[in-house]
C-alpha cells in the first residue's frame, strides 16, 4: 500500500516541501532513495527503536520510501518522524485518513521522545503558503513556529501522540502565540546597560551617532579601556526591531538552530562577536552545504570584531562585498543560495603590538618598522567603509569610584529613534537607501550642502591634519547624522567641527 506523508527541507533561508511516499509490498527490504545523507540513511534504526518501545514495529516486508523531489538532496535528522508516520499509516498500523492536511517534521529518540529540528520557522511559512492545516513538530520549536498566524501548530513531545492523534482521534494541544505581545513585552529590557558605563562620555557620544546614522565604527585605544564594554551596548540603544525585522532575523536564526527552546520572535537586535582565527566561510557564509555566517547572524544587528588588525586579511577583504551590498550570495554549480547581511560593524584594536601608543608610562613600547606592519594588516577599502575612528582612554580612578549612574541606554534610544525617523521621511522616495550611511555621493551633494563658513572650516581641516580623500565623503554623511539629532536640517559648522574629530586613521602619523 503506498501512503505519501509531508516534510520540508530549508535552503538558504526558504523551505521546500518533500514529499516522502513510502510502499510496502510482497517481500523483503528496506529501500530509502531520493538523495538522502547519511542521517537520514541512520533514521531507520532509531525509528525502529522507537516504535518497538511504543508497542508498534516496522512490517518485515518491501519498504520503499522516496523523498521527491527526488533530485534534491536532503540532509539531516528531522525527517524521522515523517518517516515513521508514513510507515505506520502504508502498513496499516495506524488509520490516517487526513494525513495530507499536515506537514510533520522531528528527529526521533530511542523512547519515542522528540527531539528539537531547525528551521522550523521558514517550514511554518512554506506550510501556510501552501495551504496545509496544521504542523507537527517538537515541542521545543513549537512557539518558533506558531509566529506563523493562520496555520495550527502542534507541539509533539512523544511519537505516541502522533499516532493517538491519526489512529484515536485524540486531540493535540495546539501552540498559540500571540506575536505581537510576545514581541513587544521584551522590546524594552536590553541585556547591557551604557548606565553600567563609568565615564567615557565622548565614545558614549560617538556610539549615539553611529546607531543614529548606522555607521561602522573603529574604537581605537590600549587594553582595559573599555572597548568592548562600550561595543557590547550598542545594541541596546538601536531603534527597537519592527515585525517584519524581527521576523528576517528570527528566520535566519532558526536555520541554524539559534533560537532558545521554547521561544518565540527574537526582540532584541543581535550582537555577534566572532574570534580572531575565524574562517573565511564561517564569516560570510557557505560551505559544502551552505549555512549562513556569521555576517548573516548578525544582520539587523552588529557584527563586531575584537582586535582587528589579529583577523586573518582575507578574512576581511571578503567581508568588503556584503558591508556594500548589504548581502551575501553564495553560488554553487547546482544552486545559488543568497542570505541577508545587513548589519553595522564594530571593530576595535590596540594602537599598537605591545597596546600602548604614545604613552610615556607604557610598559611595552613598540618601534615604527613594528607599529607599520601591525596597522598594515587592516586593507585601505575595509577602513573606507568604516565612517568612525575614535580613540578610547584608559578612565581615571575617580570616575570608575564614582558613584553616580550615567545615562540609561533607553533615553539615548529615544534620540537615536527620532533621528532615524527624520531620515526615513528623508530618504522616502529612495528604495535602496534607509538612512545616512547608505548614500551615495550623489545624495551626498544634495542633503549635505554647506555655507561658505563650513566649506572653508572643512577645506583647512583637511589640509592642515592631511585628511585623505576618502575622509571627505565621510565626514559629511556624519555631520548629517549629528544635524539629525540636533534637529537641523542644515549642516552647520559645529556639526563639521565634530565629524572631523572621528577620524583618527586618516591623520598623518597612523596609516600610510
Not at 538532496?73 to 508516520?85: F, I, P, Q
Not at 551596548?233 to 525585522?245: A, D, Q, V
Not at 534620540?415 to 555621493?441: G, P
Request: proline share 5%.
Amino acid at each position: 500500500m503506498l501512503k505519501k506523508v509531508y516534510g520540508s527541507a530549508v535552503f538558504g533561508v526558504e523551505a521546500t516541501t518533500i514529499t516522502v511516499e513510502v510502499n510496502v509490498d510482497n517481500g523483503i527490504g528496506y529501500h530509502l532513495v531520493g538523495l538522502p545523507d547519511n542521517a537520514i540513511k541512520e533514521s531507520n534504526y532509531r525509528i525502529a527503536a522507537a516504535l518497538q518501545n511504543n508497542g508498534y514495529k516496522i512490517p518485515g516486508k518491501k519498504i520503499t520510501i522516496n523523498m521527491a523531489p527526488a533530485d534534491l538532496r536532503k540532509e539531516g535528522s528531522a525527517y524521522d518522524l515523517t518517516l515513521a508516520v508514513g510507515i505506520l499509516a502504508a502498513s496499516k498500523q495506524i488509520q490516517a485518513e487526513n494525513l495530507d492536511d499536515f506537514l510533520i517534521m522531528g528527529e526521533l529518540s530511542l523512547d519515542g521522545s522528540l527531539q528539537p529540528i531547525k528551521g522550523a520557522l521558514p517550514i511554518a511559512i512554506k506550510a501556510r503558503e501552501e495551504g496545509y492545516k496544521g504542523f507537527m513538530l517538537p515541542s521545543q520549536n513549537a512557539k518558533e513556529a506558531a509566529i506563523v498566524n493562520d496555520l495550527k501548530v502542534y507541539g509533539i513531545d512523544n511519537i505516541k501522540q502522533v499516532i493517538n492523534y491519526f489512529d484515536k482521534g485524540e486531540a493535540l494541544e495546539q501552540t498559540i502565540l500571540d506575536t505581537r505581545e510576545e514581541f513587544y513585552k521584551n522590546l524594552d529590557f536590553p541585556e547591557f546597560d551604557f548606565a553600567d558605563v563609568k565615564g567615557q562620555e565622548s565614545i558614549k557620544r560617538c556610539m549615539e551617532i553611529a546607531a543614529a546614522g548606522g555607521h561602522n565604527i573603529i574604537l581605537i585605544g590600549p587594553p582595559g579601556s573599555g572597548k568592548t564594554m562600550l561595543a557590547k551596548r550598542l545594541p541596546s540603544i538601536l531603534p527597537p526591531m519592527t515585525l517584519h525585522e524581527a521576523l528576517e532575523t528570527t528566520k535566519i536564526h532558526s536555520v541554524v538552530g539559534r533560537i532558545k527552546e521554547h521561544a518565540g520572535l527574537m526582540a532584541q537586535r543581535p550582537f555577534r562577536s566572532p574570534h580572531h582565527t575565524i574562517s573565511d566561510v564561517a564569516l560570510v557564509g557557505g560551505g559544502a552545504y551552505p549555512q549562513p555566517g556569521e555576517i548573516s547572524l548578525s544582520h539587523n544587528g552588529v557584527l563586531f570584531l575584537d582586535e582587528l588588525p589579529e583577523f586573518k586579511r582575507s578574512v576581511l577583504e571578503v567581508m568588503r562585498q556584503p558591508l556594500e551590498d548589504r548581502e551575501v550570495t553564495i553560488s554553487r554549480a547546482k544552486f545559488t543560495v543568497t542570505y541577508p547581511s545587513s548589519f553595522m560593524l564594530v571593530a576595535s584594536m590596540n594602537p599598537s603590538p605591545g597596546g600602548y601608543f604614545n604613552d610615556p608610562n607604557a610598559p611595552v613600547t613598540s618601534s615604527p618598522a613594528e607599529m607599520q606592519r601591525y596597522l598594515s594588516k587592516i586593507s585601505g577599502p575595509l577602513l573606507d567603509r568604516i565612517d568612525i575612528h575614535i580613540e578610547v582612554t584608559p578612565v581615571p580612578f575617580e570616575k570608575l569610584a564614582d558613584n553616580h549612574k550615567g545615562e540609561s541606554s533607553i533615553d539615548i534610544r529615544k534620540r537615536v529613534t527620532v533621528a532615524r525617523e527624520i531620515q526615513t521621511e528623508r530618504f522616502k522616495e529612495l528604495e535602496n537607501v534607509h538612512y545616512n550611511v547608505q548614500m551615495n555621493t550623489k545624495q551626498i551633494r544634495e542633503y549635505c550642502q554647506l555655507d561658505n563658513a563650513s566649506l572653508d572650516l572643512l577645506k583647512s581641516a583637511m589640509e592642515r591634519l592631511n585628511l585623505s580623500a576618502r575622509a571627505y565623503d565621510r565626514i559629511l554623511k556624519v555631520a548629517r547624522t549629528i544635524a539629525d539629532l540636533d534637529n537641523s536640517s542644515q549642516v552647520e559648522g559645529n556639526h563639521i567641527s565634530e565629524a572631523i574629530q572621528y577620524r583618527s586613521l586618516d591623520r598623518e602619523g597612523w596609516l600610510g
